[in-house]
């Protein structure tokens, strides 16, 4: 666990808000033990009454979720967490309040957070009200887990503070001399497709960062594929590419791998001068940055690491 020396009084950091926006928990013990964690770094813990819910694959009805999400920008808590992923955003999109969500987030700094088929909710909210949440842990997943990642940890409390000014990782194949500058909007790429063509779509022209899980690259490409022919990759500043993990490649790929999608992906962005950048620390993993999705960044290479440097506060 995080060095959280002096100890953090109980509740410090203020009220913490459990919901579950998608899919069922299959496993309550994690988020009973994520409550645990978090209220060891000085949360008080607010778990919402149908996060535990099952209605088939989901965490309660359509209705029962949309009323999680509003209760959540109603309610006091500074953090907003999802419990888990899975899916089930995106069949309500459309049923939001987002002028009550942008009051929860914005107008009262509710730090929104979580990654995997939370992407749906950010990327809507950015589209609609271009209020900033945050691309990072999850109860159970990350501070449910057997045993918390320390990066993890100090990345979510770092832009909760708002002392995250700058991120770094390595990254070989940054372009030398790369600085860019622009909105910092993504997360996971099934996501982002399946919203083309709709308005919970941002018009992001910034660095886009982009992972996935379980999908094969040649699915991995094809979804670059139709971002690119819809025109949206072409006009970004950067795109950056975190973690693609837990697929399994067959005899047919006959050596088409990741490797082979991100050459593709950079020849098809070459002539419009895109760079795309690989070692982002973020997906389905137990090491993951937490990013402020919506927020202005630059991207820039310094020796073998690409940094994203963030204006103070995240605005």
Known sequence: MTDLSPPIKAGSRGLLRLISPSGAVPEPERVHRAQERLQELGFRIQLDSHALSRVQRFSGSDTQRVQALHRAARSAARVVMATRGGYGLSRILHKLDYALLREGISQRRQFWVGHSDFTALQLAVLAQTGSV???GPMAAYDFGAEKLDDITV???LDALDG??????FASDDAPRGLDRAGVLWGGNLSLVTSLIGTPYLPKARGVLFLEDVAEQPYRVERMLAQLLL???LQRQKAVVLGAFTDYRLSAHDSGFDLATVVGWLRSQLKASGVPVVTGLPFGHVRTKLTLPHGARC????DGSEAYLVFPHGHD
Not at 163 to 168: F, K, T
Not at 298 to 301: A, C, D, I
């Open 154 to 156: 100090d990345s979510f």
């Open 133 to 135: 949440t945050y691309s």
């Open 298 to 301: 630059r991207l820039v290479r």
């Open 230 to 232: 819809a025109g949206v």
């Open 163 to 168: 002392s995250q000014e700058a991120i770094g």
